[in-house]
């Protein structure tokens, strides 16, 4: 057989059994004729060639082609028939105890990072001075100026929507002034510190995840632990206390945003004049309702630092970690942050709050 | 601190380490001696880096122990643990710099900690450390604005910022060109020759090992701990294990394998201009 002409990996190669078909020939010998270029794809003809020629017991000679050829091709050992590895069976009962090993795993983990949290805290009561306020203060005015601008366009928004679905139906009884209830009350109790909390778990909490799984990745966490500093108390504590801080604040300010949606709606649909608005809001939304909306922040801003704090520190030490510990911290945010509020429902149902 | 000369500085028993249920180390015995500069070599994924990790402190071995100066490291409480933690500097393979922090926050983080100087002093010390490994006048720079180079010798200064008596090095000239690589190795022994310190290196860089080593450890992946242990000129030119005398072979021990590639390639010049 003669071989000649340019063989590119990027152009269509010839398949081995097409060239001869059901021609049969003795042995082959393989001849460059014209030989120009060539890459792996005629290394990869001629293995196919010698694959061929051992299944049907001829003789494969290549001695005629080039000196580099032919070591290519001798480091292509004979019996290499090479075969995709095979699939990895899965077996449910594998997943399953591996599934119940990672949430065991994981469940350890978490308890020993509140512990450490815990004890982090009555150190902090001990010491106060000990404690990195300066750091805090910059998380809080970090927490602050990136959550502002979601907040207020986001709970301003809230209140515009309920408003508006509550008025097409109060309109229909002429009871369009309990749209300033209505909007005041949901607002104030749940939607507000909700919406708040929501968009906290995803810029600082996410914020945390990263910031603390790059340091981890750069072993920047590993240095402190050397120098003898707790992590948990350098890194995660003025970080859990600032969001702890700043989430009820931000909670009022959405509050407000809210009441003000409403108010924008009232006044421009239903004619209702905002003074008017404002007494009706006033009469009906309490201190108590406000006060229990924020307190319940506290918690949600807790809960949204510790699953920062906790997925960012325990995060694999990969770029792809990051990125997981962040999603993940954001997810399990927001969970926390509903489970609790689900479960301030019901305390302050049982207290008559 | 224990100056007994007799007492090693670092003794490490019988040491099995490793992650999750993976044994990666084995039995692991070794001392290291005050002022003495010991080097772990051994092929990737060997357990290197876990050797360090556990004598730091940031890896809890599985069995064994592993003292300073004669006291165990591996059960102290959190006091002693401290304070044996003041004992040594570290400086890590990416340098791990704290990259919120400038240099000088840096270096005195481990001063604040550690002891009660005033701030004014802290500086004076951040200044000293930083002209010792030439980088003076860049205290206001954040880790960020240095280069490779720079920031290896900025970790070294935060590593020495307590004068520690032991500084664990793992992989210092990883990365870095060949001339900053070798001002390393400088930096090193000036800093052996001016605080006596004990350092344990863990590196594949030859030349650095020839250059600084008194005495090498090499670890093995097969048999999960030491597979030879002495100074590098005679390992390399006396060992038994044939593994441990190619590891240690430098480069001018192989003129006729470089002539032989060199030759070679010619030949696949001449073929491509025949074809």
């Not at chain 1, 945010?333 to 479960?343: K, N, Q, W």
């Not at chain 2, 357990?47 to 592993?66: A, E, H, W, Y």
Request: aromatic share 8%; net charge negative.
């Amino acid at each position: 057989m003669q071989i000649g002409g340019d063989w590119r990996l990027n152009e269509p190669v010839p398949a081995w059994a097409g060239v001869f078909g059901k021609e049969a020939a003795a042995n082959v010998r393989v001849v460059p004729e014209n030989l120009g270029q060539w890459d792996t794809s005629l290394v990869l003809f001629l293995v196919h060639g010698r694959a061929w020629c051992a299944a049907s017991k001829k003789e494969f000679h290549t001695e005629a082609m080039p000196e580099n050829l032919q070591a290519l091709l001798r480091q292509v050992p004979v019996s290499s028939v090479t075969k995709p590895p095979p699939k990895a069976a899965v077996r449910l009962r594998d997943l399953a105890a591996s599934t119940g090993e990672k949430w065991a795993h994981h469940a350890g983990q978490n308890v020993s990072f509140l512990g450490e949290c815990t004890l982090g805290f009555i150190g902090v009561a001990k010491h106060p001075c000990r404690f990195r306020w300066l750091d805090c203060l910059v998380e809080m005015q970090q927490c602050w100026g990136s959550s502002l601008p979601m907040v207020s366009l986001v709970s301003f928004l809230v209140g515009v929507i309920l408003a508006f679905q509550s008025a097409i139906q109060l309109q229909q009884f002429g009871a369009a002034i309990y749209v300033a209830d209505l909007v005041g009350l949901s607002v104030v109790r749940e939607l507000g510190p909700m919406m708040a909390a929501f968009i906290v778990a995803g810029g600082t909490g996410a914020r945390f995840a990263a910031q603390l799984g790059n340091m981890r990745v750069d072993e920047e966490v590993d240095a402190l632990e050397t120098v003898g500093i707790s992590s948990v108390n350098f890194l995660a504590l003025p970080r859990l206390l600032a969001v702890t801080v700043m989430m009820p604040i931000l909670a009022l300010y959405a509050n407000v945003l809210g009441v003000l949606g409403g108010m924008f709606v009232s006044a421009t649909m239903l004619n209702i004049p905002a003074s008017a608005y404002w007494i009706e809001t006033q009469n009906r939304v309490g201190f108590s309702d406000v006060s229990s909306g924020l307190f319940k922040c506290l918690f949600f801003g807790l809960a949204i630092g510790l699953a920062g704090c906790l997925r960012g520190m325990k995060c694999e030490r990969s770029a792809a970690g990051v990125g997981t510990a962040t999603s993940s911290a954001v997810v399990t945010g927001i969970m926390l942050v509903v489970l609790a509020d689900a479960l301030f429902a019901v305390i302050y149902n049982v207290l008559g709050v | 601190m224990n100056d007994d000369p007799n007492v090693p500085v670092i003794e490490v028993k019988s040491l099995t380490c490793g992650y999750g249920e993976t044994v990666v180390l084995k039995e692991v015995t070794f001392a290291v001696h005050a002022r003495e500069v010991l080097f772990v070599i051994g092929g990737s994924g060997c357990g290197k880096s876990t050797l360090l990790r556990c004598l730091i402190g940031l890896l809890k071995p599985f069995q064994g122990d592993i003292a300073y100066y004669g006291k165990s490291f591996t059960a102290a409480d959190a006091g002693q643990r401290r304070n044996i933690l003041k004992t040594f500097g570290v400086l890590y393979q990416n340098n791990a710099l704290w990259s919120s922090m400038t240099l000088a926050e840096n270096i005195s983080l481990p001063l604040e900690e550690h002891t009660s100087l005033s701030p004014a002093d802290r500086q004076e010390i951040v200044a000293l450390k930083l002209t010792e490994v030439g980088l003076a006048g860049s205290e206001e720079l954040y880790p960020s604005e240095l280069s490779g180079g720079m920031q290896k010798r900025a970790a070294l200064a935060r590593a020495l910022a307590l004068d520690p008596a032991i500084v664990f090095f793992d992989e210092p000239s990883e990365g870095l060109d060949p001339i900053i690589s070798r001002e390393m190795d400088e930096l090193i022994l000036q800093v052996r020759e001016n605080f006596g310190t004990t350092m344990v290196i863990v590196s594949h860089q030859l030349s650095s090992i020839f250059r600084l080593a008194d005495r090498v450890i090499m670890l093995s992946h097969e048999t999960k701990g030491i597979i030879a242990e002495g100074a590098p000129t005679e390992l390399a030119a006396t060992s038994a294990d044939s593994h441990v005398r190619d590891f240690l072979k430098r480069d001018d021990d192989l003129p006729d394998r470089v002539n032989k590639n060199s030759a070679g390639s010619d030949k696949l010049i001449k073929n491509e201009n025949k074809t």
